[in-house]
């Protein structure tokens, strides 16, 4: 049984920051990739940020280009996201998952998934 497990969301000012955390326990392929995806209310789930097994590959949304690192403690199992220069328009449910595919930024491509974090966004 697969695991994921966010943590680190809450309310932030905008201009502010925060850092995600995602802990992975539980058997799981090697080589997995591991994205970060967000929903606001009444939005469809949208692709963040994604990273290789290794760390050595990341890809980002346009929209949190610049603002957003993903990175990851293979060690530790987790994968974080921190977030600067926060937006109100990045106020959503923050969810981590991990996938078996290369280069997926689709929903549908992840197999397992966390409960989500919400991040608030003042303006």
């Known amino acids: 049984q697969v695991q994921l497990v966010e943590s680190g969301g809450g309310l932030v000012q905008a201009g502010g920051s925060l850092r995600l955390s995602c802990a992975v326990s539980g058997r799981i392929f090697s080589n997995y990739a591991m994205g970060w995806f967000r929903q606001a209310p009444g939005k469809e789930r949208e692709f963040v940020a994604r990273?290789?097994?290794?760390?050595?590959?990341?890809f980002y949304a346009d929209s949190v280009k610049g603002r957003f690192t993903i990175s990851k403690d293979n060690a530790k199992s987790t994968v974080y996201l921190q977030m600067n220069s926060l937006k109100p328009e990045d106020t959503a449910v923050y969810y981590c998952?991990?996938?078996?595919?290369?280069?997926?930024?689709?929903?549908?491509?992840?197999?397992?998934w966390g409960q989500g974090t919400q991040v608030t966004v003042s303006s």
């Open positions: 998952a991990t996938t078996k595919l290369a280069y997926m930024m689709s929903a549908g491509g992840y197999d397992y």
């Open positions: 990273i290789s097994w290794s760390g050595d590959n990341t």
